[in-house]
T-cell receptor
Framework: AQKVTQAQTEISVVEKEDVTLDCVYE???????LFWYKQPPSGELVFLIR??????QNEISGRYSWNFQKSTSSFNFTITASQVVDSAVYFC????????????FGGGTRLMVKP | DSGVTQTPKHLITATGQRVTLRCSPR?????VYWYQQSLDQGLQFLIQ???????AKGNILERFSAQQFPDLHSELNLSSLELGDSALYFC??????????????FGEGSRLTVL
C-alpha cells in the first residue's frame, strides 16, 4: 500500500533562512508520481510540483527546489531565503500508476516564517 | 484561482441532516475528485469520477454518495450527518483520469460544521 510520511509536523524559521521540508514515501509500484501542494491560511490547496518516478533530476523554481532520491524514497522540498508569505501547511503526495490519479497525502508540515 | 468552483463555502447543519456539496471542474477537465480534510484523519481521498463514471473509490462512508453529471459538475451528498463528519471537503479536477494524466487542481473547499 502506498504511504507518505512527513515527519516534521511544524517548523518555525526566521525570514531569509533556508528551510527543507522532508517527505518519505512507500510504494510497491515502479511507476508513480510525487507532488507537493501548499495550503496557505486561506485554506485552498495550491499545486507546486509533480515528478514521475523515472525522472530523478532535481528541480528549481525561483526560491523553491526539490530533491528526489529514489534510493532513499525521499522527495524533499527546500525554500531558500524564506519569506513570511511562505507560511503555510505543505503537503507531499503520491499517486501510483495502478491506482489512477488518486493522491495519497502525507500529514503535512506547518511552516511558520517569522519576520 | 485554480478554476475549480465549490459551493457552498461554509455550511452549518445539525446531526442527522443531509447536505449536498457542489463542484464545477476547470474547463476541459474530465475528472473530478472529492477529498475530506479533518484534524484527525488529514487529507483523505473519497471518490473519483471520470467523464460521468465512477473511476476510483477511497474511504467513503456508505452514508456519502457522489455523482458527476453530463455537464461534468459533481455533487457530493452527505446524509445522516454525525459530529465527526465536520471537515473541509475539497473537490479537485484534472484533465485525465489515469495516473500521470495531469496534476490535480483543487477548489477552495466547503467547510461543513455539524452541530
Amino acid at each position: 500500500a502506498q504511504k507518505v510520511t512527513q515527519a516534521q509536523t511544524e517548523i518555525s524559521v526566521v525570514e531569509k533562512e533556508d528551510v527543507t521540508l522532508d517527505c518519505v514515501y512507500e510504494t510497491r509500484d515502479t511507476t508513480y508520481y510525487l507532488f507537493w501542494y501548499k495550503q496557505p491560511p486561506s485554506g485552498e490547496l495550491v499545486f507546486l510540483i509533480r515528478r514521475n518516478s523515472f525522472d530523478e533530476q532535481n528541480e528549481i523554481s525561483g526560491r523553491y527546489s526539490w530533491n528526489f532520491q529514489k534510493s532513499t524514497s525521499s522527495f524533499n522540498f527546500t525554500i531558500t531565503a524564506s519569506q513570511v508569505v511562505d507560511s503555510a501547511v505543505y503537503f507531499c503526495a503520491l499517486s501510483e500508476a495502478k491506482a489512477g490519479n488518486m493522491l495519497t497525502f502525507g500529514g503535512g508540515t506547518r511552516l511558520m516564517v517569522k519576520p | 484561482d485554480s478554476g475549480v468552483t465549490q459551493t457552498p463555502k461554509h455550511l452549518i447543519t445539525a446531526t442527522g441532516q443531509r447536505v449536498t456539496l457542489r463542484c464545477s471542474p476547470r474547463s476541459g477537465d474530465l475528472s473530478v475528485y472529492w477529498y475530506q480534510q479533518s484534524l484527525d484523519q488529514g487529507l483523505q481521498f473519497l471518490i473519483q469520477y471520470y467523464n460521468g463514471e465512477e473511476r476510483a473509490k477511497g474511504n467513503i462512508l456508505e452514508r456519502f454518495s457522489a455523482q458527476q453529471f453530463p455537464d461534468l459538475h459533481s455533487e457530493l451528498n452527505l446524509s445522516s450527518l454525525e459530529l465527526g463528519d465536520s471537515a473541509l471537503y475539497f473537490c479537485a479536477s484534472s484533465v485525465g483520469g489515469g495516473a500521470g494524466t495531469g496534476e490535480l487542481f483543487f477548489g477552495e473547499g466547503s467547510r461543513l460544521t455539524v452541530l
